[in-house]
């Protein structure tokens, strides 16, 4: 038998052996909730007699059900044998292989992957003579679909508001969506949304087959239930409707992704959707030092509406996290530098230093000045600033004004227009004589005439942005060049071939503002090819090894993580909160606090916040900062102010 007593913490074990009934475990950053949810299962089976196949055991990714399941098994043994674990759409998978004939799906259905599920659409938008390089690219259109399932919100409602005052017509969007799920019918296959979507229709018209779930699991638990969107959260209530016993396990103050359907009212809820909850509360925290948890403790106050907790540290004291003011992005880039070298020279290892951003061009400075410096470094964010596909797609141009034989960013600037590509653009090159001298009219003329009839019109835009430069081939201002091919092609283009254009344009006037304050082309170009350089030296080195290299990361990838020492960047207004965000939704102010709390709670020993004061603008003004609001509202004594360092 268990002794869960000595086992686990006081809170911990008033969670895991709680008598049955709806319950809701809060667990705030660092508290034990695998822990907790592991000794729950452990104790259902081991201590109350609950024959493993009578619990539901829901996740967000089969990893984490894995370890709760290895974990469980190395608790208790082979007795787990037979409990349900997975994610949602794993359980869905199994319910609809039994019984989707109820909705006209044989038991052998097909999943359809990414790549599936791009080819019918690229055959709803050819019957519906749509495919075209003025429309919605399939990803972007897939990405939509997803939204709408997954959101509170209605496809078409999402649609009509991101596309009503651009060339898209949000009714041809629907069209695509409208002849995509008849295909998929045909073809009687399920995506992975239509799992979930599937299911619970299938628990709505077949109330004797729900029933039949509703029996058969005793015990649901449920872990990271703050990130559970609208479906996600009535399959639970369907299926606790017998038992009422069901286990959530989350917390509110980590609510970050309702940007992908993700519903902050699901927990909040909770107690109103169970009268009889009984609410459990994890704030012993074993991560941080006490300093840091009271800045955690701080920032999040500023929440109102939420479930009250606060974190209590197990750990001997340490010292203050800091705030450095600093002057811009380039004294912030040095002084995460300087601070790297420092916290290695104190024995701290790189891998154990995380620097974490709001946006991904927020760490644009800090990637080239780590590159100049030969400090190793892993981006877990994505790919690294000028890798990005749109971060190379707008310096093509540029580098085509300074290299007019640069045959590569010829090709990748025309090959940007409808229906112009690979075999054209070659024929194109080689009629110019491999070099393209856009002064020179006559070989105007050929590209004019090369590209076609549908991309031409797209062409003579960008003609003048290419003209009014190329005298500028030694002079000072890429940022203007890539700031009129934005304003004139380069926006729509990104509309319409991705889902979050909004934040590629962000990056590319982030590059706009860098651009701007090089010398000249040629010092800009060399920025580039340094980062990309070094990037391509690091990856192809064998033996570089990751564990020398400190993180990079936004706070959303971040989470679940930890580091003994966590850098923010950019903790001014304007940055952190993101403006959009805040302008965007009611509840977004709440959200990007719940961002920063996170990025508080990641760091183990120390805490550093940048708070740059001013940002450089291409026209040589300044854009003045003050500290974020969720820095400001810290109290003084809880902090080490550093100006200028």
């Not at 052998?108 to 019918?120: C, E, L, N, Y």
């Not at 695509?176 to 628990?203: I, S």
């Not at 939704?585 to 508080?600: D, H, K, N, P």
């Not at 509202?633 to 102010?641: A, G, H, M, S, W």
Request: charged residues 30%.
């Amino acid at each position: 038998m268990l002794d869960l007593e000595k086992i686990l913490n006081k809170e911990q074990y008033a969670a895991a052996t709680a008598p049955n009934g709806p319950l809701l475990v809060l667990a705030a950053a660092g508290t034990g909730k695998t822990r907790t949810l592991v000794y729950r299962m452990a104790w259902l089976v081991e201590e109350k007699g609950v024959m493993p196949d009578r619990v539901l055991l829901l996740t967000f990714t089969n990893k984490a059900a894995r370890e709760m399941l290895e974990r469980a098994n190395e608790v208790i043994g082979s007795g787990i044998a037979g409990l349900w674990g997975g994610t949602f759409h794993h359980m869905a998978n199994r319910i609809l292989r039994r019984y989707g004939r109820h909705l006209g799906y044989p038991s052998d259905f097909p999943i359809i992957d990414r790549d599936d599920a791009r080819t019918i659409v690229g055959q709803s938008l050819k019957e519906l003579k749509l495919n075209s390089k003025d429309f919605l690219k399939k990803d972007v259109l897939l990405s939509l679909f997803g939204t709408g399932v997954n959101s509170k919100d209605t496809l078409e409602n999402i649609v009509y508001e991101r596309y009503n005052e651009t060339a898209i017509d949000p009714g041809d969007v629907l069209s695509v969506h409208k002849m995509y799920e008849k295909k998929k019918r045909e073809l009687n296959a399920m995506d992975f949304d239509d799992l979930l979507v599937n299911c619970l229709l299938l628990f709505r018209e077949q109330p004797q087959i729900l029933e039949r779930y509703q029996e058969k699991f005793q015990h649901i638990l449920v872990d990271e239930y703050q990130d559970t969107n609208s479906i996600q959260a009535e399959l639970i209530d369907c299926l606790a409707g017998k038992h009422g016993n069901v286990f959530v396990v989350g917390d509110d103050f980590q609510c970050i992704y309702s940007w992908r359907g993700a519903d902050f009212k699901n927990i909040m809820s909770f107690p109103e959707r169970y009268p009889d909850t009984k609410i459990h509360k994890l704030e012993t925290n074993y991560r941080s030092v006490p300093e840091v948890l009271a800045v955690a403790n701080a920032c999040i106050a500023g929440n109102p509406e939420q479930f009250q907790k606060e974190l209590r540290a197990t750990r001997a004291p340490y010292r203050k996290p800091r705030v450095a003011i600093i002057r811009d992005g380039y004294d912030q880039a040095r002084y995460v530098v300087r601070m790297i070298d420092q916290l290695k020279y104190e024995g701290c290892k790189a891998s154990e230093i995380a620097v974490l951003y709001r946006a991904h061009f927020h760490s644009m400075e800090l990637q080239l000045e780590l590159s100049r410096a030969k400090v190793p470094h892993v981006i877990t964010s994505g790919l690294r600033f000028f890798e990005q596909k749109h971060i190379k797609d707008v310096c093509s141009v540029v580098k085509l004004i300074a290299t007019p034989s640069d045959e590569l960013s010829f090709r990748r600037m025309l090959e940007l227009l409808p229906r112009v590509g690979e075999r054209t653009t070659a024929k194109i090159w080689q009629k110019l004589g491999n070099r393209f001298d856009v002064m020179d009219p006559a070989q105007r003329d050929i590209v004019n005439q090369g590209v076609g009839v549908v991309a031409r019109p797209l062409w003579q835009s960008i003609e003048p942005v290419l003209t009014d430069y190329i005298g500028e081939r030694t002079g000072r201002d890429a940022g203007e060049i890539i700031a009129r091919f934005l304003d004139v092609f380069y926006k729509g283009y990104a509309t319409k071939n991705y889902d979050n254009a909004d934040r590629r344009v962000d990056d590319i006037k982030e590059l706009m503002l860098h651009a701007g304050r090089c010398d000249t082309i040629e010092a800009f170009l060399s920025d580039m090819a340094l980062l990309t350089n070094t990037d391509t030296a690091q990856s192809s080195d064998n033996s570089f090894d990751n564990n020398a290299s400190i993180r990079l990361s936004t706070v959303h990838q971040a989470k679940g993580l930890e580091w003994s020492v966590v850098i923010i960047l950019w903790a001014s207004e304007g940055m952190f909160p993101s403006p959009r965000s805040v302008d965007e939704s009611i509840e977004g102010e709440a959200e990007e606090r719940r961002l920063f709390y996170v990025a508080v709670t990641r760091a183990k020993d120390d805490l550093i916040i940048c708070a740059p004061e001013m940002r450089r603008l291409r026209d040589g003004g300044v854009l003045f900062h003050d500290p974020s609001r969720f820095v400001n509202e810290i109290p003084q004594e809880l902090l080490t102010r550093v100006y200028n360092p």
